[in-house]
């Protein structure tokens, strides 16, 4: 069975920073895509980070450029999301994904998923 499990949400204030981990069981991320998506109230799920583990890449959304950072740890089979100068419209419940083969940037096409971690910007 696949579990991904996602931590490391919380309030926290304006310019502040958090650190999200997700970390998989029954799957193997380095063979592997892990996005990072997030969902606020009445929006559709959108992406903000992804990274591959055949080169590395990664991908972010404008909006979060320069504040976030996804890196990896596939010994722990961890992806991470390091978040800087959040913002209250960052506020959101972050979700990971994971694929085999590339990028992508649209939800639909991650096959696992896990709960979610609820992050609050609030001032």
């Known amino acids: 069975e696949v579990r991904l499990v996602e931590s490391g949400g919380g309030l926290v204030e304006p310019g502040g920073s958090l650190r999200l981990s997700c970390t998989a069981s029954?799957?193997?991320?380095?063979?592997?895509?892990v996005g990072w998506f997030r969902q606020a109230p009445g929006k559709e799920r959108e992406g903000v980070s992804c990274?591959?583990?055949?080169?590395?890449?990664?991908y972010y959304t404008n909006s979060v450029k320069g504040r976030f950072t996804t890196s990896s740890d596939y010994a722990k089979n961890t992806v991470y999301l390091q978040m800087n100068s959040l913002k209250p419209e960052d506020t959101a419940v972050y979700y990971c994904?994971?694929?085999?083969?590339?990028?992508?940037?649209?939800?639909?096409?991650?096959?696992?998923w896990g709960r979610g971690t609820q992050v609050t910007v609030y001032s």
């Open positions: 990274i591959s583990s055949t080169d590395g890449s990664t």
């Open positions: 029954g799957f193997t991320f380095a063979d592997a895509a």
């Open positions: 994904g994971t694929k085999w083969g590339g990028l992508s940037t649209s939800w639909r096409m991650y096959d696992y």
